[in-house]
Antibody, heavy 114, light 110 residues
């Protein structure tokens, strides 16, 4: 069974930093493109960042480019999102998402910036 | 930047059939966008229903199917159940740029 477990969310002040993690199991992580998605309170889903299976390419939504960094450790089957210079409008539940047949979702981790 | 469009809301009768669509302001939606459909029930994490236009994700009920419909992709629900009431999101990838979610369709089963 594909399983993704998100962690690392917390309450921080504006300008602070957090690192989110997503532990993956049940599929060949090193072959999968991975994504971070967020959902602000009462809002729709927003794509945040994506990374190629080998980490060679990364993409970001404009509002986080230069502040967030997506990375992965294929040996540990773990996806990361380093978030710096956090702003109030980064407040959201953050989810990791696999791709293709392994496109399962984590349970989400709450980031509150206030 | 492209905009991904969905119907804001739709209503279907129990046992009925409804089609949700997803379009792109950048042109026709194709397999190169690797389209996905996700379902999110109130207070829950999303789950994947369809990937790459047609492929039903593990655990997705067979009453959900994906297709191309003109310049758009579509999600068809055949035989709607009360538990299908949810928000449905389309997701398209854009090469070299990233991906974009549609604004979501609120489906009511009534």
């Amino acid at each position: 069974e594909v399983q993704l477990v998100d962690s690392g969310g917390d309450s921080v002040q504006p300008g602070g930093s957090l690192r989110l993690s997503c532990a993956a199991s049940g599929f060949i992580f090193r072959d999968s493109w991975m994504t971070w998605v967020r959902q602000a309170p009462g809002r729709g889903l927003e794509w945040v960042a994506g990374i190629k299976h080998d980490g060679s390419e990364k993409w970001y939504v404009g509002s986080v480019r230069g502040r967030f960094t997506i990375s992965r450790d294929n040996a540990e089957s773990t996806l990361y999102l380093q978030m710096n210079s956090l702003r109030v409008d980064d407040t959201a539940v953050y989810y990791c998402l696999g791709s293709g047949w392994s496109a399962s979702w984590g349970q989400g981790t709450l980031v509150t910036v206030s | 930047q492209a905009v991904v469009t969905q119907e804001p809301s739709l209503t279907v009768s129990p046992g009925g059939t409804v089609t949700l669509t997803c379009g792109s302001s950048a042109g026709p939606v194709t397999s190169a966008h690797y389209p996905y459909w996700f379902q999110q029930k109130s207070g829950q994490a999303p789950r994947t229903l369809i990937y790459d236009i047609y492929n039903r994700h593990s655990g997705a009920p067979a009453r959900f199917s994906g297709s191309l419909l003109g310049d758009k992709v579509a999600l068809t629900l055949s035989g709607a159940q009360p538990e299908d009431e949810a928000d449905y999101y389309c997701y398209l990838s854009y090469a070299g740029v990233g991906a974009i979610f549609g604004g979501g369709t609120k489906l009511t089963v009534l």
